[in-house]
């Protein structure tokens, strides 16, 4: 059975520091036209590569990839908190099949994700949704990070392995496209941060509060024409976009961590997610874009796109 992808942005400030009503208004039309395109496909399991930002994965256990056989969000940023209906046989047979191939990855019985998973599975399923999936994690803030290739082996070992179920199988990149928020890197933490960063878990409701008015204040600054943050950047973003929409995943090999943050921010390292995806996506032989959006959005400080893809029969 084909294959189905949908490629998206996601922002802690959708809904919160929102842009012009018209823009807005094409976004959340998109998001329906992804969820029709979601709902006619009727998948059967559902595999989301996506980040986390420092709110279920810490530095106390770094992976470069980790797949949940059991997993919880943590509800930040108005998501629902609680465990997710996690497809533990799937899960487990990604897992066997992705080490086979040689790539290391962890497996977590109860992965906690945050917004960078669970609200693109909000947008595309709606709140409390049953539809089982597998979350994969895929690290794009924890420096050092390792080659693009990488990703790409990933993706392709997971796309082989689920093609040979005979299912109809939603691929769910979240992530990217350019965008600087406020996140901190381990090299320039205050000892405060740095413990955060190594272990923080279960943080007080003040502690979380605080976090997200520094987020927000920094997206209204940013809309406001703040220019001490890293621009969006719509000719990096479409150069990716156009990338996967060629088919041509294995260029991305030659994306460098530097070429990145130069390019698109810091958090574009989130575009790992869409990497996996596609390249999960191509191992069936060519595919098509049958959507794409775009919108550089300076309220939620990032260059918002969609994309959604079938496998060719």
């Given at each position: 059975?084909?294959?189905?992808?949908?490629?998206?942005?996601?922002?802690?400030?959708?809904?919160?520091?929102?842009?012009?009503?018209?823009?807005?208004?094409?976004?959340?039309?998109?998001?329906?036209?992804?969820?029709?395109?979601?709902?006619?496909?009727?998948?059967?399991l559902?595999?989301?590569?996506?980040?986390?930002?420092?709110?279920?994965v810490?530095?106390?256990?770094?992976?470069?990839?980790?797949?949940?056989?059991?997993?919880?969000?943590?509800?930040?940023?108005?998501?629902?908190?609680?465990?997710?209906?996690?497809?533990?046989?799937?899960?487990?047979?990604?897992?066997?099949?992705?080490?086979?191939?040689g790539?290391?990855?962890?497996?977590?019985?109860?992965?906690?994700?945050d917004?960078?998973?669970?609200?693109?599975?909000?947008?595309?399923?709606?709140?409390?949704?049953?539809?089982?999936?597998?979350?994969?994690?895929?690290?794009?803030v924890?420096?050092?990070?390792?080659?693009?290739?990488?990703?790409?082996?990933?993706?392709?070992?997971?796309?082989r392995?689920?093609?040979?179920?005979?299912?109809?199988?939603?691929?769910?990149?979240?992530?990217?496209?350019?965008?600087?928020?406020?996140?901190?890197?381990?090299?320039?933490?205050t000892?405060?941060?740095?413990?955060?960063l190594?272990?923080?878990?279960?943080?007080?409701?003040?502690?979380?509060?605080?976090?997200?008015?520094?987020?927000?204040?920094a997206?209204?600054?940013?809309?406001?024409?703040?220019?001490?943050?890293?621009?969006?950047?719509?000719?990096?973003?479409?150069?990716?976009?156009?990338?996967?929409?060629?088919?041509?995943?294995?260029?991305?090999?030659?994306?460098?961590?530097?070429?990145?943050e130069?390019?698109?921010?810091?958090s574009?390292?989130?575009?790992?997610?869409w990497v996996?995806?596609?390249?999960?996506?191509?191992?069936?032989?060519?595919?098509?874009?049958?959507?794409?959006?775009?919108?550089?959005?300076?309220?939620?400080m990032t260059g918002?796109g969609?994309?959604?893809?079938?496998?060719?029969?």
């Open positions: 059975m084909p294959l189905a992808l949908c490629a998206l942005s996601h922002s802690p400030l959708y809904g919160i520091n929102d842009p012009d009503p018209g823009v807005l208004k094409a976004v959340d039309v998109a998001i329906d036209r992804v969820r029709t395109f979601v709902a006619d496909f009727d998948p059967e559902t595999v989301v590569f996506g980040p986390d930002h420092y709110n279920g810490f530095y106390d256990m770094m992976p470069a990839f980790c797949i949940g056989s059991g997993a919880r969000a943590v509800g930040d940023w108005g998501t629902e908190p609680g465990p997710l209906p996690v497809d533990r046989t799937a899960a487990r047979r990604l897992v066997s099949a992705v080490l086979d191939d790539i290391d990855v962890a497996q977590s019985e109860e992965l906690h994700v917004h960078g998973i669970a609200q693109p599975l909000e947008f595309l399923f709606g709140k409390q949704y049953t539809n089982p999936l597998v979350p994969v994690f895929v690290n794009a924890g420096l050092p990070l390792g080659p693009m290739q990488r990703i790409r082996l990933l993706g392709e070992s997971i796309g392995e689920i093609e040979s179920w005979n299912k109809r199988i939603l691929i769910v990149g979240s992530g990217g496209l350019s965008h600087d928020p406020p996140v901190p890197r381990l090299d320039e933490a000892p405060e941060v740095l413990a955060r190594i272990d923080g878990r279960n943080p007080s409701p003040e502690l979380r509060a605080e976090r997200q008015r520094r987020v927000i204040d997206g209204k600054a940013h809309a406001a024409g703040d220019n001490s943050f890293q621009q969006i950047n719509p000719g990096f973003d479409a150069s990716v976009m156009n990338t996967f929409a060629n088919g041509a995943v294995s260029e991305t090999d030659s994306w460098t961590n530097d070429w990145m130069k390019n698109g921010g810091h574009a390292h989130e575009i790992r997610s996996a995806a596609f390249a999960a996506l191509s191992t069936g032989g060519s595919y098509t874009v049958t959507d794409r959006w775009y919108w550089p959005v300076r309220e939620w918002f969609m994309m959604t893809a079938l496998q060719e029969s």
